[in-house]
């Protein structure tokens, strides 16, 4: 709401200067100041809140990136309350709330970030760094930890991987007179150290993506190359970091058990929910909202559509996930 009023500070001031009963509902200078830094203060939550809240695109690599912006704003807001104090109870009761969950980043969440070839390790561990100098967090050796996890999280992989590997080499060691015992054991030892040391760090030192791109495609496409991270990569873009998706299936529910329709089985409702958000995810319309299972249905031209208006008008799938930049939002 503060993002549509603010533009039009000057129209609402003239227009209470017209009416003289209105004058004393003008806001001064300074309020309008105050509502621009709140509008600021909220519009890091919402841009996470719509980002993460996707339904069809991964989004574990991108949670980082959204904590450390709200970080930021934490620390703009600390630097303004010497000079504005309206916000400081907010942001104090704000704070300790959001450092009750983020205090300490999964390490999931960061080995997400490093496996976004924008970010990989360097850029990783520096943010990081800042994110816990923007909270007032001491960080005490994040660059060891980060990287001892990935190594950890790398290994294990890798010994996934190579379940198959000392089988083939040895077929191929067999077939051949002049391979022995030892020769096959230095296969392996070659085998795994090529695997445990260059592929980690050929992917680290590689040059840093600067341009957008799929993160899906880009595993699929060096999969052959690096295929212990990209096992890492399809399990770990696979968990969603919003339930919003999940509870929005459940919460069809009471289009399909109502008054009328109260005696269904439990393995027959269950059959019905589950049926209903698989052809929904078919048809790329698990987003829209049924008239009557929310109270807080967006109303038309906010980008989520409601069952009756998916019917009848047509959308593009890619636009999906960019309803807040619709024009009438």
Not at 96 to 116: E, M
Not at 208 to 214: A, G, L
Not at 231 to 257: G, H, K, Q, W, Y
Request: some cysteine; aromatic content about 10%; glycine content about 4%.
């Amino acid at each position: 709401m503060f993002h549509r009023v603010l533009p039009y500070k000057d129209v609402i001031d003239n227009m209470l200067k017209s009416n003289s009963d209105s004058i004393q509902l003008m806001l001064s200078m300074g309020e309008w100041q105050q509502l621009q830094h709140v509008k600021d203060f909220l519009k890091a939550f919402f841009d996470a809140t719509v980002k993460l809240s996707c339904s069809y695109t991964p989004s574990a690599h991108e949670l980082l990136q959204h904590l450390f912006a709200i970080s930021k704003v934490y620390r703009d807001i600390r630097e303004l309350e010497n000079r504005d104090e309206t916000l400081a109870p907010i942001v104090k009761a704000m704070t300790t709330k959001f450092l009750k969950y983020w205090d300490d980043v999964p390490l999931v969440t960061i080995i997400a970030n490093f496996l976004d070839p924008h970010w990989k390790v360097k850029y990783t561990v520096k943010m990081m760094q800042k994110y816990k100098e923007n909270l007032g967090l001491p960080a005490h050796n994040e660059e060891g930890r980060i990287n001892y996890a990935l190594e950890t999280m790398f290994n294990l992989y890798n010994s996934r991987i190579n379940v198959a590997r000392p089988a083939s080499t040895r077929s191929s060691a067999g077939s051949g007179s002049h391979h022995g015992l030892l020769d096959d054991l230095r296969d392996e030892d070659d085998l795994d150290e090529n695997a445990s040391m260059n592929e980690l760090k050929s992917y680290n030192l590689g040059m840093v993506e600067k341009h957008p791109v799929d993160i899906l495609d880009y595993w699929k496409r060096h999969s052959s190359a690096s295929p212990t991270l990209a096992m890492m990569a399809r399990d770990i873009f696979a968990v969603p970091v919003s339930t919003v998706p999940s509870e929005s299936c459940f919460s069809s529910a009471n289009m399909i058990l109502t008054d009328k329709r109260s005696k269904l089985g439990p393995n027959v409702f269950e059959r019905l929910v589950c049926m209903k958000d698989w052809i929904d995810a078919e048809n790329r319309t698990q987003h829209f909202v049924p008239r009557e299972t929310s109270s807080c249905v967006e109303t038309q031209g906010s980008g989520t559509a409601t069952e009756a208006e998916s019917d009848d008008e047509e959308y593009d799938p890619k636009d999906t996930e960019l309803w807040y930049l619709c024009n009438n939002y």
